[in-house]
């Protein structure tokens, strides 16, 4: 039962080009603790409008923190690797709301990820990899518009449209030039049609318009479209402005053969990942409207109106959980509701 759990939100500890997420981790904490959830936060009475106050980092130190604050259950808005120090508090009972460190740190590389889900018969973009050394003496002719992409991270600056060999230059030296963007480039097929985001939700018990529902494997909730692309690509999401440059496919787009194919796609590569809460995962259709899978995110934010200087804040996967009939809270709790250990 979610009621006698104490929980702590962890965000990534500020790094420099690297968002913390600390603003939907305070939305999270104070949203759980309105419903009423036992939510243990850093600051004994926690100003509204100050999300430090509100979150943990994710450190050893940060989680130490929570646990020795009271917290048996951590929800992990942060991005996850196979040595994140979650994993010493798994061992030690703690629960957790968020993907298994081992699994999130293989699938967010977008290359390996990409590799699984074509070895699987699910559709994903024509891709090759280039490392740093083979770019510096690149000749091979390229069928030009490309997508540049990074190999780890969803942020606007580590995707590109490559329309020449100008732009190929230009954007992979300014990629290669950033540490983060690591020693390799995934190019990818431009597709040109319409991109949906899809939020898969992990197998468990769920709420839904009152009634107990038991989804035995990974289930989709609406797709959302993406309407305001900038040079052909969705730009990073921006929760002040999302509802409108996003909205949610009604029930004609929905069961359009095209649509539903993706939702059957999305979840084969949620079961083939091993998600444990939810991941969000982006479409784009050919010039046949067919949609492929361009990328997966295993930590997407979830912001929201919980507090009131926050009121326009918003997600994709709540736009999505808003069709169904979910408020923000009941999306955090349905979420909760999935918390898992070892």
């Not at 979610?2 to 600390?22: F, G, N, R, W, Y």
């Not at 603790?33 to 509100?54: E, G």
């Not at 989804?215 to 040079?231: A, F, I, T, Y």
């Not at 997966?296 to 934010?301: E, R, S, T, Y």
Request: aromatic share 6%; glycine share 6%; with cysteine.
């Amino acid at each position: 039962m979610t009621e006698s759990l104490k929980i702590a939100v962890a965000c990534q500890a500020a790094a420099k080009d690297s968002p913390s997420h600390t603003d939907s981790g305070a939305d999270i904490a104070c949203a759980l603790r309105n419903l009423p959830m036992t939510v243990i936060t850093p600051a004994k009475n926690p100003y509204i409008d100050k999300d430090s106050d509100w979150v943990f980092p994710d450190t050893a130190k940060g989680i130490e923190h929570a646990v020795n604050s009271g917290a048996d259950c951590i929800w992990l808005n942060t991005c996850l690797t196979a040595d994140h120090p979650i994993t010493t508090w798994l061992n030690r009972g703690i629960r957790v709301v968020g993907q298994h460190p081992m699994l999130s740190g293989m699938y967010n590389d977008k290359w390996n990820t990409l590799l699984l889900l074509k070895d699987n018969d699910i559709p994903v973009p024509e891709a090759e990899l280039l490392p740093y050394d083979a770019f510096r003496n690149y000749n091979k002719k390229l069928r030009y518009p490309l997508v540049a992409k990074a190999i780890r991270g969803h942020h606007r600056d580590t995707i590109a449209i490559i329309r020449n060999k100008e732009d190929f230059q230009e954007a992979l030296t300014k990629m290669f030039d950033v540490d983060r963007h690591g020693t390799a480039v995934l190019l990818e097929s431009f597709l040109p049609g319409e991109e949906i985001a899809v939020t898969i939700m992990p197998a468990g018990t769920y709420n839904i318009a009152g009634k107990t529902v038991v989804q035995e494997s990974p289930w989709h909730l609406p797709g959302v479209k993406r309407l305001d692309h900038h040079n052909s690509i969705s730009p990073e999401t921006n929760p002040a402005t999302i509802l409108q440059d996003n909205k949610v496919l009604n029930d004609k787009e929905e069961n359009t053969m095209q649509v539903q194919a993706a939702y059957q796609h999305c979840e084969a590569a949620a079961r083939l990942v091993g998600i444990r809460a939810p991941i969000q995962i982006d479409c784009r259709a050919d010039a046949t409207g067919t949609f492929t899978l361009i990328d997966l995110n295993m930590q997407p934010a979830l912001p929201g109106p919980s507090r009131f200087h926050r009121r326009n804040m918003e997600s994709l996967t709540g736009i999505a959980a808003a069709k169904i009939g979910w408020t923000y809270p009941e999306l955090l709790e349905n979420i909760l509701a999935q918390n898992w250990g070892l």
